[in-house]
């Protein structure tokens, strides 16, 4: 299982992103997914995830109101989409995946990740 992210770019701030991953059509139903990010010098952090229905959605409290992570079963892609965007939000974004950790936000929960994608925000 190997999720691959695209999206990322660079905007101003109060722009936005949609940023996309696709993961494996026989693999999609059955894997919980996620999105953290990783800020130069800092450890990476949780952003987004679904519960195990997919009903509830969860936020890390920084992207709140702006964010929203949502998925395309029959193109068996997740997406983020980012409004409001700021510099603090400048990071490479990662989509990760288990098959157990529905509604994770750790980090050590997730076994399967992409290789990134770079978001960049300027001021």
């Known amino acids: 299982v190997q999720p691959v992210e695209s999206g990322g770019g660079l905007v101003q701030a109060g722009g936005s992103l949609r940023l996309s991953c696709a993961v494996p059509?026989?693999?999609?139903?059955?894997?919980?997914t996620a999105w953290f990010r990783q800020a130069p010098g800092k450890e990476r952090e949780f952003v987004a995830t679904?519960?195990?229905?997919?009903?509830?959605?969860y936020y890390s409290d920084s992207v709140k109101g702006r964010f929203t992570i949502s998925r395309d079963n029959a193109k068996n892609t997740v997406y983020l989409q980012m409004n409001s965007l700021r510099p603090g939000d400048t990071a490479v974004y990662y989509c990760?995946?288990?098959?157990?950790?529905?509604?994770?936000?750790?980090?050590?929960?997730?076994?399967?990740w992409g290789q990134g994608t770079q978001v960049t925000i300027s001021s």
């Open positions: 990760a995946a288990d098959r157990s950790a529905y509604g994770s936000i750790r980090e050590y929960e997730y076994t399967y």
């Open positions: 679904f519960s195990r229905s997919g009903g509830s959605t």
């Open positions: 059509r026989d693999t999609f139903s059955l894997y919980a």
